[in-house]
């Protein structure tokens, strides 16, 4: 039986997609009017009201998505101090020393399937990760708490390096794109567990436009996105689905879904000693 989480505030008799960003009241696809930020509701649009920050808001707000964000601005602009040419393209930074590099990682470097997704090509790069992840973050952070979003991100980013080691090992490969990517899949994922079309929300266009990118555009690495996504999307189901959780303890979809996430990181790590490309 849905609860009042559940169902649209305006049409009891429909699943709600997402929540208002102003006053987080659950609507439905009928109901969501798109905002610079997210989605609001029919009346949070018509009044204009600026959202108000109490105790109970400052609790949803995106903590975690600020300090991911926080520490690859950070990362990146302490490898411009830094300041010495690295392997991609003579770009400054930590690239060579902490970059997905199949080799590197079959030699004892295991750290790198976690670093490369701090590291970043470029201004460019970093300013378009970082914006999906802001605007991702902003959407799912607060509906799937904190806890459970972090593991999101790590199972996402976890498997997208291991995407990367089976379809291009000896690539030399940084960003956060796989773990954005996994982020877009547990957004999807949640929409399925709530009886609610993708194509309602704009995550299945957002999907398409990105997986088009990426097949087409040189030098986007195909391994880390679809890697990424996959592992987001079944880290979201994990999280979200009733059938998991339905009898259990509360946290034995988190304890499953780090399990998924370690077990990317040990495939991973047999990958990369046994290439499969």
């Not at 690239?95 to 990682?105: E, K």
């Not at 034995?252 to 780090?258: G, H, N, W």
């Amino acid at each position: 039986m849905a609860t009042d989480l559940d169902v649209c505030y305006k049409h009891g008799d429909r699943r709600a997609g997402v929540a208002c960003q102003r006053c987080d009241r659950p609507i439905c696809p009928s109901c969501m009017r798109s905002a610079s930020v997210g989605f609001h509701c029919p009346e949070c649009t018509s009044s204009g009201r600026q959202r108000v920050l109490t105790a109970q808001s400052l609790v949803t707000r995106p903590i975690i998505t600020q300090v991911l964000i926080a520490l690859n601005v950070a990362v990146y602009l302490i490898g411009l101090a830094e300041g010495r040419q690295d392997a991609l393209a003579g770009r400054t930074g930590f690239t060579t020393d902490g970059g997905l590099f199949g080799p590197s990682v079959a030699a004892g470097d295991w750290w790198r399937i976690v670093t490369s997704g701090f590291l970043h090509a470029g201004l460019a790069h970093l300013a378009f990760n970082m914006f999906a992840l802001w605007m991702l973050g902003n959407q799912l952070e607060p509906a799937l708490g904190r806890v459970r979003f972090a593991l999101v991100y790590a199972t996402a980013m976890l498997a997208g390096s291991l995407g990367v080691l089976v379809l291009s090992p000896d690539s030399l490969t940084v960003g956060a794109s796989g773990a954005v990517f996994g982020l877009m899949g547990a957004a999807a994922a949640a929409q399925r567990v709530r009886g609610t079309s993708i194509w309602d929300t704009g995550i299945g266009t957002l999907l398409v436009v990105n997986l088009t990118f990426t097949f087409l555009i040189p030098g986007i690495s195909i391994g880390g996105h679809l890697g990424g996504l996959t592992g987001g999307f079944a880290a979201g189901s994990i999280l979200l689905g009733g059938s998991v959780s339905r009898g259990r303890s509360p946290a034995a979809p988190m304890v499953l879904c780090a399990a998924l996430g370690l077990a990317c990181a040990a495939v991973s790590l047999w990958v990369a000693s046994n290439p499969l490309v």
